[in-house]
Structures are given as structure tokens and as C-alpha cells.
């Protein structure tokens, strides 16, 4: 059933584990990863980019997808269909009246004041439309950022501020975490993580999951995070599986068994992070 985050990270934030947000790209992307939390039991949170709606041909095209999906392969598990790093106001407007059950309204580029402001009104509108809202404060590198350099961490007290005014549901503070590969170890700052889980009092998101430690997520959970946010490993295990597919059989050409042929090393990846973030269908 598709459903907004409130209770899943609420839930998750109650009882020590996190939530896995998957990001899609296509039509296999969507259905691996929906076969696979199915069978674990668990729920998922789809991750859609303004760049994947723009490949997948629009807000109403990626809901008509993942809905027609669900009912195809009978899903039960909750299903969260999430804005990622939505740009503008009519960003994350467009995709909930296309039936998006959750945005993130990234206006992390702007000084806190406009980030407050472009903030209040997402969930303002929002909120009327039982769509859950995650924000973003500080600066979350990518992975132009070599050795993590360019990264600036949140300021607590900001956080406290933003989320006192903002009333957003879920916070991604920039933690030392990177978008794409490391360039050298992540650096999370733990402490900053404690202090604004217990000043901010709901839960904390963490992106640039893909090539953080196992021991480094599990810590993060236990100092607040209860969403994390994977795109860069699976891209990278579909994408070794597919060379060697082609590297082996010289005769393919059929696009379906191309692209098919990652779909075990998804699945495999997926399952993994189930299993290291606790994650449980309450």
C-alpha cells in the first residue's frame, strides 16, 4: 500500500532501526527493488531524483509505474514514493498532485532565512494533503567533492531553529556524508549527530549511503538516523553484473536480458542493508 513516512521513520525512530530509501531509474529498477523488500517483509522508501522524473517521463508516469507495479506483483509491504532533493516549491508541488505520498524540499543552496521560508511552504501545502516532508540543512557533498572536501557541516542550533519553525517531519543534516563514491573514508560527525537528535526530537535522515562503513551506519542509527538514502552501490553492482554479461556472452542483444542480468546483485545488495539497518514491518 502506498503511504507517507510519518509512521514508518516514527516507528523506526522508536524502536532503534532505519528505513532504506532505493532509488529508481527505470522500470527493472522499480520492480527488483519492490520483489525484494516483499520478500523480506519490510517497508521501502522508492527515491525519485528530478533527474529521474525527467527520464522516466514525468511525475504521473513514475505514480502510473509504481502503482500498475504494485498491483501486478501484489505488493502488501508499505510503499513510500519520495521526492528527492526537490528543488523548488513547484517541484514538490507538481509530483504530490501527481500522487507522490512524500517530497523533499532541498533548499539547503540558500541562507537558512530562505531555506526556512521555501520550507514552511512546501509543508504548509503539504500538510493539508497528508504528504510528508523531509528538508535539508547544511551542505551534503557529491561526489565531485575529492577527499570530502566542500562539505559543511550543520549547525545545531540552526537545525533547532528550522525545524521549531518549519515543523518539516524528518531532517537531513549535512553529517559528513557524500553523494556518489568517497574519494577516501566517509567522516560523519557523530557527536553533531547526538546533539541534534535530542535537540530537533524527530528523525534524522542520512544521505550518501552507498559506501559508508557497516559499524559507521550502525552507530548512525543508534545516534538518531532512521532513514538512509542508497543509489551509487546499486547502480554499481547492477552495473559490474550487466559488463559481465556482456563480456560473456558476445551474442546478446535482447535489452531485457541485459538489463535483467543485474538484477540478482540488486536484489543481493538490497537484502544486505535490509539486514545491517534492522529494519522491521511494524
Known sequence: MLVNMVKMLQAAKENKYAVAQFNINNLEWTRFILEACQEEDVPVILGVSEGA????????????????????LKISIPVVIHLDH????????EVIEAGFTSVM???????????????????????????????EVGHIGGSEDENNSGILYADKDDCYRFCLETHVDFLAPALGSVHGPYHGDPVLNFDLMEQIRDICNIPLVLHGGSGIYDEQIKKAIECGICKLNINTELQ?????????????????????????????SIKKAIKEKIILLGTRHM
Open 53 to 72: 522524473l525527467k527520464y522516466m517521463g514525468g511525475p504521473k508516469t513514475v505514480v502510473s509505474l509504481v502503482k500498475n507495479l504494485m498491483d501486478y
Open 86 to 93: 526537490g528543488s523548488s516549491f513547484d517541484v514538490c508541488k
Open 236 to 264: 554499481q553492482v547492477w552495473a559490474k553484473a550487466v559488463r559481465e554479461k556482456l563480456a560473456n556472452d558476445k551474442e546478446v542483444y535482447d535489452p531485457r536480458k541485459i538489463i535483467k542480468s543485474g538484477e540478482d
Open 105 to 135: 524540499i532541498d533548499a539547503s543552496k540558500y541562507d537558512l532565512d530562505k531555506n526556512i521560508e521555501i520550507t514552511k511552504q512546501v509543508v504548509d501545502y503539504a500538510k493539508k494533503r497528508n504528504i510528508s516532508v523531509e528538508a
